[in-house]
Nanobody, 124 residues
Framework: QVQLVESGGGLVQAGGSLSLSCAASGRTFSTYTMGWFRQAPGKEREFVGAIRRSGGSTHYADSVKGRFTISRDNAKNTVYLQMNSLKPEDTAVYYC?????????????????WGQGTQVTVSS
């Protein structure tokens, strides 16, 4: 069982930056693939990116590639999402998720545990 708590959301102007954190409980954080998803009002939850257990491999959605960076600190049981060059279309609730499998998947159903989400609003 893993409990995930996101933090760091807020309001930012277009072109600005935000950094999200996701703190995990438990001793097995390093065994989970971690993902970030987002959901805008009226839209389905979509994949943002993911990072493998060791942190050596990351994967991103095309819409955020080159602007967002995922990292993790297994000693602190925390995964991060650094968001730069934010656009109004990045506005959404952002969720972190944990997946027991080594493989990265982009579908929400492939993740076993979820945080409660944190709101990110980008004004134009």
């Amino acid at each position: 069982q893993v409990q995930l708590v996101e933090s760091g959301g807020g309001l930012v102007q277009a072109g600005g930056s935000l950094s999200l954190s996701c703190a995990a409980s438990g001793r097995t954080f390093s065994t989970y693939t971690m993902g970030w998803f987002r959901q805008a009002p009226g839209k389905e939850r979509e994949f943002v990116g993911a990072i493998r257990r060791s942190g050596g491999s990351t994967h991103y959605a095309d819409s955020v590639k080159g602007r967002f960076t995922i990292s993790r600190d297994n000693a602190k049981n925390t995964v991060y999402l650094q968001m730069n060059s934010l656009k109004p279309e990045d506005t959404a609730v952002y969720y972190c998720a944990a997946r027991r499998s080594l493989l990265v998947v982009v579908t929400p159903g492939g993740y076993d545990y979820w945080g409660q989400g944190t709101q990110v609003t980008v004004s134009s």
